[in-house]
DNA sequence: TGCGATATGTCGTATAACGACATATTATGA
DNA sequence: TCATAATATGTCGTTATACGACATATCGCA
């Protein structure tokens, strides 16, 4: 059986990337424009990274493309990305991959304050 | 100036060796066996990750070399390291980003429990 | 008309994790 | 005593991926 553990850890820029499908639906320049302001600023994905990590979730079917509503009016280039059920389990087993690793480093921290 | 979150993120592997060091002084394959209970058997750290960490770290100054007392008796070809002062900077901030993370995270996850 | 924001992509480089391989010592139990 | 497991450190090649630089096109607006 292959479970969602099997894949962690993944970087920075790919849980980011899922954190910010998992609210909605996106394109990629919006995703990133998100990622931006959900970091608080910290975190710039170049386009290198963002739309190089798109095509390798696509390939690891954690995301999925969307097809624009109106596709006449308005139609740009924008592909739209959504979160697939696989991509939200690897999101929680991150996000409590994360809460692990905060909790030990905040009890072991807390040991040494002498 | 230089600031410890320049250099964030830095990899699971690293942190947790970091964190082994945060407790007590330690030597390779103790770091090791303490990475592994540390977190519950999840992260079995390869050699090759391990001594290319701990020599990078070194290189980068955030851990540092620890004379072994006693080196009369029970000599081993052991090499003893310990967390510099840049490293527990290091190591402070790379926490704080993983609690701003994890809590980013329950907050988007929980938007969402529909 | 031109510029900044929006939008997507490729390419080359650098970093680092990882498994495989190599080697040596120490402790233990059959 | 002899083999085996645990302790201990290291190198090498492969692979994954972040990132900056470059390239291109559209849209809205002044």
């Known amino acids: 059986m292959e479970t969602s553990q099997e894949h962690l850890p993944v970087s920075e ?4 990337i899922l ?12 995703i990133m424009k998100d990622v931006e302001a959900l970091s608080q600023g910290r975190v710039s994905l170049s386009t290198g990274t963002l739309y190089g990590a798109l095509s390798r979730l696509l390939d690891q079917r954690w995301i999925e493309r969307v097809e624009d509503e109106l596709p006449e009016q308005s139609s740009r280039t924008r592909k739209r990305y959504r979160l697939s059920e696989q991509g939200r389990h690897v999101l929680q087993a991150e996000s409590q991959r994360l809460e692990q690793l905060a909790a030990m480093a905040r009890l072991r921290l807390a040991e040494n304050l002498s």
Chains 1, 2 share one sequence.
């Open 19 to 30: 954190l910010s499908l998992a609210q909605e639906s996106r394109h990629g320049y919006a």
């Open 13 to 16: 820029a790919t849980f980011l």
